[in-house]
Antibody, heavy 120, light 113 residues
Framework: EVQLVESGGGLVKPGGSLRLSCVTSGFTFSDAWMTWVRQAPGEGLEWVGRVKGKAYDFTRDYAAPVKGRFRILRDDSKNTLYLQMSSLKTEDTAVYYC???????????WGQGTLVTVSS | DIVMTQSPDSLAVSLGERATINCKSSQSVLYSSNNKNYLAWFQQKPGQPPKLLIYWASTRESGVPDRFSGSGFGTDFTLTISSLQAEDVAVYYCQQYYSTPPAFGQGTKVEIK
């Protein structure tokens, strides 16, 4: 059974940093395409960024609003995905979901999400 | 970047009636080498994460009721719920995964009339 469990959300001041984690199980992590998607309160889904699997040299891509501020990291020894966020802005306030693509779509399975609130 | 536009933004349908949601991409998401449309549909119920319903535009994910169907190719796609049930109240999103960034539509809220 595929499982994705996010953690690390919380309240942070503008300009601050935060690291989210996503612990995974139930699939071969090193082969999987892992994605972060966020959803601001009452809004739709926004793609944040993705790291491809080993066969694609773990290539990373980021959405324009977060490029240069967010980094996606993966620890294959722990089957864990991270989202390192810095220079946070109020508009980064959202629930952040970790997702995995296993060959059908980019987001075959989703975690429950973790809430990040950026406010002074 | 490909832009995804859904219509309508919301719709109210009577129980047992058909619900139809449209999704249009600003560029084709059909990959000619494998003849697959890189288009997925997701369902998000209140307070829950999204769930994959349909991939490759028309393939139903395992466990998804057969009242859900996807159709279309190229730039125009449709999600149909053939007989709306109370548990189908949700927001539905389309997403293209043909190119980066893999954009979502703005969502369509489905309610009971």
């Amino acid at each position: 059974e595929v499982q994705l469990v996010e953690s690390g959300g919380g309240l942070v001041k503008p300009g601050g940093s935060l690291r989210l984690s996503c612990v995974t199980s139930g699939f071969t992590f090193s082969d999987a395409w892992m994605t972060w998607v966020r959803q601001a309160p009452g809004e739709g889904l926004e793609w944040v960024g993705r790291v491809k699997g080993k066969a694609y040299d773990f290539t990373r891509d980021y959405a324009a609003p977060v490029k240069g501020r967010f980094r996606i990291l993966r620890d294959d020894s722990k089957n864990t995905l991270y989202l390192q966020m810095s220079s946070l802005k109020t508009e980064d306030t959202a629930v952040y979901y970790c997702t995995v693509g296993l060959g059908n779509s980019d987001n075959d399975y989703w975690g429950q999400g973790t809430l990040v609130t950026v406010s002074s | 970047d490909i832009v995804m536009t859904q219509s309508p933004d919301s719709l109210a349908v009577s129980l047992g009636e058909r619900a139809t949601i449209n999704c249009k991409s600003s560029q084709s998401v059909l990959y000619s080498s494998n003849n697959k449309n890189y288009l997925a549909w997701f369902q998000q119920k209140p307070g829950q994460p999204p769930k994959l319903l349909i991939y490759w535009a028309s393939t139903r994910e395992s466990g998804v009721p057969d009242r859900f169907s996807g159709s279309g190719f190229g730039t125009d796609f449709t999600l149909t719920i053939s007989s709306l049930q109370a548990e189908d109240v949700a927001v539905y999103y389309c997403q293209q995964y043909y190119s980066t960034p893999p954009a979502f539509g703005q969502g369509t809220k489905v309610e009971i009339k």
